[in-house]
């Protein structure tokens, strides 16, 4: 008997460079699913290393790299409630969007 067993897909992996006055750095967005599409691994993160030379750059990012969800600001880590994967979108956009406004 031969069972196959289909890995998990990246479904998504989009990097976009800012222009300055949309706040420099880059976007990066990388999910990915289970063979029933329910997303599994996910990475968002917003990255500028003139402002942030820890983390490899990362200012603000959600990830659950490790098996953990958890939320990367300014070089800090800190472990994030999850409800579902739109509600991380949601909050990553919130956060990035807040920094920008800041600058």
């Not at 999850?82 to 509600?87: A, I, L, M, Y």
Request: positive net charge; contains cysteine.
């Amino acid at each position: 008997m031969i069972i196959l067993v289909m890995a998990d897909t990246k479904v998504v992996d989009d990097s976009f460079t800012l222009s300055p006055k949309r706040g420099n750095g880059v976007l990066r967005r990388e999910v990915w699913v289970d063979k029933a599409g329910k997303v599994i691994r996910y990475n968002l993160a917003y990255v500028h290393h003139g402002i942030c030379q820890r983390d490899n750059g990362r200012v603000v990012g959600y990830d659950n790299a490790h098996g953990l969800h958890h939320r990367h600001y300014m070089g800090k880590v800190e472990p994030v409630a999850f409800v579902s994967f739109e509600d991380i979108e949601a909050r990553f956009e919130e956060d990035w969007t807040k920094f920008r406004r800041k600058k």
